[in-house]
T-cell receptor
Framework: NAGVTQTPKFQVLKTGQSMTLQCAQD?????MSWYRQDPGMGLRLIHY???????DQGEVPNGYNVSRSTTEDFPLRLLSAAPSQTSVYFC??????????????FGNGTRLTVT | GDSVTQMEGPVTLSEEAFLTINCTYT??????LFWYVQYPGEGLQLLLK?????DKGSNKGFEATYRKETTSFHLEKGSVQVSDSAVYFC????????????????FGQGTILTVHP
């Protein structure tokens, strides 16, 4: 059972370049989300999706785009990379279920460096 | 808005020592509370949860009790092992007006735990 799969594991970009971080889950989860992890700041929500065709902004959405055309996939796009986007990015998914209990399943992360 | 504050780390302990990592929160609604653990090079894994006041979550010898009166959810373990070395995150999941959380969590800053033999 693969769970949540993120690719690539590592990426180095130059300022101004664009790229897409891939995320796929095989658990048929309705909810998916992207977080960034920075030292001393924990994880912060970038964008999230409650189902195919539906996305919304999180706490730190600027500079990132998302779309969700299928239940399984939730790619994160950086349109013009900036050094401030150097971070570790995590994709997560969870099922629509009990309202008070929504544990997240995380991928292993993508470490992005922008020079 | 919602927020989670964890004790500052890093925390360094000897094997079999007692562990406490403090966590307090502010939330506009009635949140569910979680502890996640991140081992080196991996994503986060759910360690334990509590969904209402006075609930005690427990797993792998770790425990945390949902204290609504003090808005706290401190993590404890009676005897740590070297294999417990990891980063620990306290998190909350609040409900929106529709009564769902959409899987969104608010995280604390994380506490690095290192256990020496």
């Amino acid at each position: 059972n693969a769970g949540v799969t993120q690719t690539p594991k590592f990426q180095v970009l130059k300022t101004g370049q664009s790229m897409t971080l891939q995320c796929a889950q095989d658990m048929n989860h309705e909810y998916m989300s992207w977080y960034r992890q920075d030292p001393g700041m924990g994880l912060r929500l970038i964008h999230y999706s409650v189902g195919a065709g539906i996305t919304d902004q999180g706490e730190v959405p600027n500079g990132y785009n998302v779309s969700r055309s299928t239940t399984e996939d939730f790619p994160l796009r950086l349109l013009s990379a900036a050094p401030s986007q150097t971070s570790v990015y995590f994709c997560a998914s969870s099922r629509r279920g009990a309202r008070r209990y929504s544990p997240l399943h995380f991928g292993n992360g993508t470490r992005l460096t922008v020079t | 808005g919602d927020s989670v504050t964890q004790m500052e780390g890093p925390v360094t302990l000897s094997e079999e020592a007692f562990l406490t990592i403090n966590c307090t929160y502010t939330a506009t609604g009635y949140p569910s509370l979680f502890w996640y653990v991140q081992y080196p090079g991996e994503g986060l894994q759910l360690l334990l949860k509590a969904t209402k006041a006075d609930d005690k979550g427990s797993n792998k010898g770790f425990e945390a009790t949902y204290r609504k009166e003090t808005t706290s959810f401190h993590l404890e373990k009676g005897s740590v092992q070297v294999s417990d070395s990891a980063v620990y995150f306290c998190a909350l999941s609040d409900l929106n007006a529709g009564g769902t959380s959409y899987g969104k969590l608010t995280f604390g800053q994380g506490t690095i735990l290192t256990v020496h033999p």
